[in-house]
């Protein structure tokens, strides 16, 4: 083999080819964890109401480890997910040495029980908040289809000057809403926002003058309503006593 100069040239070359790349593996890996190239900017956008600067700058001292190169954009991307108000970040490099940060947040529409809320979306998150919301009471999973109603009843029933205050979705698909004058609609299971114009045309037309409580009115009847009084008193019949 030594006598084999072809042989010898092409062992030399391939030598020289690793060592070319072992010094330029090492080069890359020193430029990319060196202190040289620290992340010194980090611009955060986006309309925020619920999320404070103070939030966003403990995440920013304590969360980010690394350099530009180094930075987990997937790890920082969840760190800022984890604030309460925050419902997605995205993180981008910019040369060579910034971090932009774009916050989206939580728009919250309605409480899930007693338990959370849920944002315009339908998705459930865990947040306090001191805003007078309606109330979904529903099935795990219903929240989508709970704010769709939402959204749908608000304007059918505007007509009347009313707004849903709590809103129920039975497990067998059943709607029931409470309006913010305090009386309950059962609305059943199909023609739901017929049903509810039906009873906004009727509380302006009849309903809202009659000289008694109103406790709640069921609109599941297929040529009619029922309307609970409790302090309503039927009239005596014709010869009898009062």
């Known amino acids: ?4 100069h072809r042989a010898l040239r092409t062992l030399a070359n391939l030598l020289l080819g690793s060592s070319v790349m072992m010094v330029l593996y090492a080069a890359g890996f020193w430029l990319t964890h060196s202190p040289v190239f620290p992340v010194k900017k980090i611009q955060i956008q986006g309309q925020m109401k619920r ?3 103070e939030q966003l700058r403990y995440i920013a001292e304590h969360e980010l480890l690394g350099t530009f190169f180094t930075l987990n954009i997937d790890k920082t991307r969840a760190a800022f997910g984890k604030l309460p108000w925050v419902r997605e970040a995205q993180v981008r490099r910019q040369w060579p040495d910034t971090l932009q940060i774009e916050v ?6 309605a409480r899930w ?16 908040s001191d805003q007078p919301l309606p109330v979904l009471y529903g099935p795990a999973g219903a929240q989508k289809d709970m704010v769709a109603m939402l959204a749908a009843l608000k304007p059918v029933l505007q007509p009347a000057g009313l707004k849903p205050q709590r809103l129920w979705l039975s497990p067998r698909r059943a709607w029931r809403v409470e309006l913010d004058n305090g009386v309950q609609v059962e609305l059943g299971r199909g023609d739901v926002e017929k049903r509810a114009g039906l009873f906004a045309t009727h509380w302006k037309g009849t309903l809202a003058a009659l000289p008694y409580h109103i406790e709640s009115v069921d609109m599941r009847y297929p040529n009619g309503f029922a309307v609970r009084m409790p302090d309503y008193k039927a009239p005596p019949a014709h010869g009898q006593k009062q």
């Not at 989206?104 to 529409?109: D, F, G, N, Q, T």
């Not at 029980?113 to 306090?128: C, I, K």
Request: charged fraction near 25%.
């Open 113 to 128: 029980g007693e338990n959370g809320l849920v944002n315009s979306r339908g998705e459930w998150f865990d947040a306090a």
């Open 104 to 109: 989206e947040e939580h728009v919250a529409i």
């Open 51 to 53: 999320v404070t600067p």
């Open 1 to 4: 083999m030594w006598d084999n």
